[in-house]
């Protein structure tokens, strides 16, 4: 599904170049359910946030389900991912000026899904996640839980191949956290591919697969059950 | 889609009120100002529209060459240039002369009424789109002797009666009869006249004159305006050519006007008349394109400024909408929807805004409405659909321009990096180019003040050193056809009146006259500007003279036999010292000799923008057109008593006065209304540079809130606070003076150019000006440093 190939990204300003990524290879199959550990500037997010085409690298390939993203313009790739990825963020993002159902109903009208199967799309959606209640509330008038919630309802109404999450239960307590971490394992037993970033070990233990950035740079890459968090 | 645009754009501006409040007055102000230019433009195009096959109409321009040099436009022709290319061209459809002078004061057997209008030609009606209610269009002005009336004049003359056959009586013309009275004018027309006489009334009138003639007279380019409508298939260009070949074998071997070289003539479409160039000798109403294009410059740049705020605010403001932005993006917008939603939202600001100024518009016409140049230009100021289409459009436009840059900038932005920590993105660090902005807005407002400043001041100085100025024990009355002595007489028995005086026209006004005067026959004669004054004009005016004698009381003088001249004149004609000039002998207009009685010393006679000039008193009772009476004691009673013994004297017309003092204000309130406009235009440009500055403050407050909080926690007071949030303004301020003061100083020298007697340019014409920029700038920055330098430290810590 995803393979990267030689992956560099660096920040230039006037006077040195500062590496996120160095030269970084990694496949990704369907179905797995992956985590991405390593220390804060590790550089953990870029690599998200390439694999989300949400940045590009500075060097390298990158091909998803073989297509080579690399050399797609921003329009393609805006194309390619707004129908395939959904993104879950440690601090939901979530647009303050809209209810939670106009949140939830905003990825439709950019792939411009027919009103009449939009309405139906929202509300399945909502009685999946026990959110009909509150689909007229703003972001802010939500926990934290509910929000971050409400951010994968959204991640998930575009029925997504994969799922790119960026620390998505930082902000929540422990219990939330676990809420969130069950809907992701249910996700993944249906069939959907799951990327999350974490500091957490907890929270690595629901995965299959843990990649470790040092530095820029994969330093391990092993099953679950060789890296020894399952057990704890 | 639209619809969550929408609600988006209408939910952020109510969540930032104040910078909605900012972006949308700030459009609104200059917007309103927009709309009335608009309506003024689309007013000025509403003129001549319904004569038919208005296309084809031209008028007939002379540009007289110079012997001096250059050339003079005229938009009067010869009468017999016009007649010529009627008869000798064949793409002529129809002619119709207009000859000016067809005025003064008609009698029906019970009134007497003034009237003006022009002698028109037969085909008249042919030519133009006016309409008869009664008479015949075919031969209404077809025979000597006949008058058309406009429906007012016919009802001023006869009430109801039926005008057509009636008969008006005038000294010059004789009996007219009343041949057709028209329909109210379907519309504007630059053509402004209460009757119409038949040409074929002029030659019999022209005989009776041996020195005026004008249907004959090649050289008299002044009182004929010559319409024609071409044949359709012909040219204007065939039609100029016909008329260089009439010029060429009409000019050839004749006498010119004593100053001209040659002339040349050309057409000119209907259309272009109003708004048109400025021509000399122009009739009517109507705008000059001129007027409209200063003030369509002035508009550009009040709205640029009001746009600049827009860009600038929207630009620092980014950094709470690029969150929303990259959610967007995350979420599958492309960049052309995120540029899409943000250019909606510029013009929904800008709708809002045209909304706002459409009501500043509403309260702002009939401030508008009392200027006296746009009353002149039979201004309506209305609505109707083209003009709402209009304004509609130019919100439009607004929303796009205040928001290209903003939306362009805003959807660039990869989503990762808008989701990132905002303080890195390269658009922050970029402030270089809002402090241009903001720096040009406040230059150019200073500009503005001190600009105004200078040409206040200059007027009022102006006006009070006018010829009158100050001068309210003075009345100028119109003789009105009265007989001087008669008057005089008559007026001198009112208690309050001390002293009588008179002259031909009132000094220190616009009016002139001229003489041409020449020491010896010999000489070429130079023009001067003369005066008819009476025996009592110098004592009552307090002119000192410096040589010789006044004139003496001669009510019954048959030939001119005194001058009284000023030093300048002297000095003009070589002719010494004062004392020695006493009794030297002057030729005027080649007809009579005068000899020097008196020398005056040098006074302004003339408004300040002249240079001091020769000037030429005379004495000649016939001349006098206005008594200039000497008041003390009530002027009410004067006045009163004044009215009681003009009804007694058997005028026709009620007394026509003014004190001398509102004459003078009067000779100045084109300026004063031009002032005005360029003072309302500068207080806008102040105001929206305000919120400019308004609009940083509050987004520096914001941004640099962290900054202010460990200041605050390690010990600073909010005094130290807010110097250091004020200091960058401050800066900023001072840069826009430093850009400002030299603009303007070359800017005011100019405009103090056009006046011979000037202010000089000291500090006082640019210290109200900085000081008030500063003023403002404190005020609105520091109503928001202070607010930031007192709030709680802790709120803005937890956030982070």
């Keep these: ?232 | 889609m639209v619809k969550n645009y929408l609600k988006i754009a209408l939910r952020s501006l109510f969540k930032y009120k104040a910078f909605s409040f900012i972006n949308a007055s700030g459009l609104a102000i200059s917007m309103s100002v927009c709309l009335l230019v608009i309506m003024l433009i689309r007013d000025a195009y509403n003129f001549d529209l319904f004569h038919p096959q208005g296309e084809r109409v031209y008028r007939i321009l002379t540009d007289a060459q110079r012997k001096a040099g250059g050339q003079e436009s005229y938009a009067s022709s010869p009468y017999p240039v016009g007649m010529a290319l009627s008869q000798d061209f064949s793409g002529i459809e129809a002619w119709s002369p207009l000859v000016r002078s067809f005025n003064g004061a008609f009698r029906t057997s019970r009134k007497e009424l003034n009237m003006e209008g022009f002698f028109a030609g037969s085909e008249f009606f042919k030519l133009f789109g006016f309409r008869l209610a009664q008479g015949d269009p075919a031969t209404a002005l077809a025979e000597p002797q006949s008058v058309v009336l406009t429906q007012e004049t016919a009802q001023r003359f006869f009430k109801n009666e039926n005008p057509v056959g009636q008969v008006l009586e005038n000294n010059w013309t004789g009996s007219l009869k009343v041949t057709g009275v028209l329909e109210p004018f379907p519309g504007k027309t630059h053509l402004e006249f209460d009757a119409l006489c038949s040409i074929s009334t002029l030659p019999a009138l022209e005989r009776m004159e041996p020195d005026w003639n004008v249907t004959e007279n090649w050289n008299n380019y002044y009182m004929t305006y010559n319409f024609v409508r071409l044949r359709p298939g012909t040219g204007k260009e065939a039609a100029e050519a016909a008329l260089a070949n009439i010029a060429k074998t009409a000019y050839q071997g004749r006498e010119l006007e004593a100053r001209d070289a040659g002339y040349r003539f050309r057409l000119q479409a209907l259309k272009e008349i109003t708004p048109g160039p400025l021509l000399s000798n122009s009739v009517g109403r109507g705008a000059p394109a001129m007027l409209l294009w200063f003030l369509t410059v002035l508009c550009a740049i009040v709205m640029a400024s009001a746009c600049f705020n827009y860009t600038n605010l929207t630009i620092a403001r980014a950094f709470t909408r690029t969150k929303e932005v990259g959610v967007r993006k995350v979420m599958g917008a492309t960049r052309g929807q995120v540029f899409g939603q943000f250019m909606g939202e510029a013009v929904l600001t800008a709708g809002l805004a045209l909304v706002l100024a459409y009501g500043i518009l509403e309260l702002t016409i009939p401030f508008f409405k009392r200027l006296q140049f746009l009353a002149f230009m039979d201004v309506t100021l209305k609505m109707d659909w083209v003009v709402a289409g209009w304004f509609l459009l130019f919100a439009i436009a607004t929303g796009v321009v205040a928001g290209l840059l903003p939306a362009a900038v805003l959807s660039k932005f990869q989503a990762a990096s808008m989701l990132q920590k905002l303080q890195n993105l390269p658009l922050f660090r970029r402030v270089g180019l809002r402090k241009t902005l903001l720096v040009t807005q406040l230059a150019v407002s200073l500009v503005f003040i001190v600009l105004l400043t200078i040409a206040w001041r200059q007027m009022s100085f102006a006006t009070r050193e006018n010829f009158g100025a100050g001068r309210s024990d003075i009345l100028n009355l119109e003789m009105g056809g009265i007989p001087y002595d008669k008057l005089a007489a008559e007026i001198s028995r009112v208690s309050q009146v001390q002293e009588i005086s008179a002259a031909s026209h009132l000094m220190g006004t616009w009016r002139d006259s001229n003489a041409d005067v020449r020491a010896s026959r010999a000489d070429e004669p130079v023009p001067v500007r003369d005066y008819f004054i009476d025996h009592r004009f110098i004592p009552n005016f307090g002119l000192e003279l410096i040589a010789g004698e006044n004139f003496p009381e001669n009510p019954a003088q048959r030939r001119e036999l005194f001058a009284i001249v000023n030093e300048k004149f002297l000095e003009r004609f070589r002719l010494g010292a004062p004392a020695e000039a006493l009794n030297r002998v002057l030729i005027l207009d080649d007809s009579s000799e005068v000899a020097i009685r008196g020398v005056v010393k040098d006074f302004l006679f003339k408004p300040l923008s002249y240079s001091l000039e020769p000037l030429l008193l005379r004495y000649d009772p016939a001349q006098l057109r206005v008594l200039n009476l000497k008041i003390s004691g009530d002027p009410q009673a004067a006045v009163a008593a004044l009215e009681n013994i003009w009804k007694t004297l058997g005028s026709p017309a009620p007394p026509e006065y003014r004190f001398y003092d509102d004459t003078v204000r009067e000779t100045f309130s084109n300026l004063r209304d031009i002032l005005w406009i360029v003072g309302y235009f500068g207080a806008i440009g102040i105001l929206i540079a305000c919120l400019g500055l308004l609009g940083m403050a509050i987004f520096t407050a914001e941004t640099r809130s962290k900054e202010i909080s460990i200041r605050k926690v390690v010990g600073a007071g909010p005094g130290n606070l807010a110097a250091l949030l004020s200091k960058g303004y401050f800066l900023l301020l001072l840069i826009a003076v430093v850009i400002a003061l030299p603009v303007s100083y070359l800017a005011g020298s100019q405009l103090l150019q056009t006046f011979a007697y000037h202010i000089a340019l000291d500090v006082w014409a640019f210290l109200p000006g900085v000081a008030l920029l500063f003023l403002l700038g404190a005020i609105t920055v520091g109503s928001q440093t202070l607010k930031a330098a007192r709030a709680n430290p802790v709120d803005a810590l937890r956030k982070e």
């Design chain 1, 1 to 232: 599904m995803i393979r990267l190939k030689n992956i560099f990204k660096y920040y230039s300003n006037k006077f040195v170049k500062t590496y996120v990524l160095q030269d970084n290879s990694l496949e990704i199959r369907e179905g797995e359910f992956v985590t991405i550990m390593g220390p804060s500037g590790a550089g953990k997010s870029t690599l998200l946030h390439i694999m989300g085409m949400l940045d590009s690298p500075s060097s390298g390939e990158y091909y998803f389900y073989g297509e080579p993203v690399h050399r797609l313009g921003e329009k393609q790739r805006t194309e390619l991912h707004k129908r395939r990825i959904g993104f879950v963020f440690q601090s939901y993002h979530l647009i303050d000026e809209l209810t939670v159902y106009e949140n939830l109903e905003t990825p439709l009208l950019y792939q411009k899904v027919k009103a009449g199967e939009r309405k139906s799309m929202v509300a399945e959606i909502l009685d999946r996640f026990h959110m009909a209640a509150k689909k007229d509330l703003f972001p802010q008038q939500l926990s934290g839980g509910q929000q971050q919630l409400a951010a994968i309802a959204r991640a998930l109404i575009i029925q997504p191949k994969l799922i790119l999450a960026d620390e998505p239960t930082g902000n929540l307590n422990s219990r939330q956290g676990e809420e969130i971490m069950q809907v992701f394992k249910q996700l993944n037993e249906a069939g959907t591919t799951i990327v999350q970033v974490t500091h957490s070990e907890r929270n690595a233990a629901y995965s299959e697969r843990i990649i470790h950035l040092l530095d820029g740079r994969i330093v391990e890459d092993a099953p679950v059950s060789l890296v020894g968090v399952a057990g704890e």
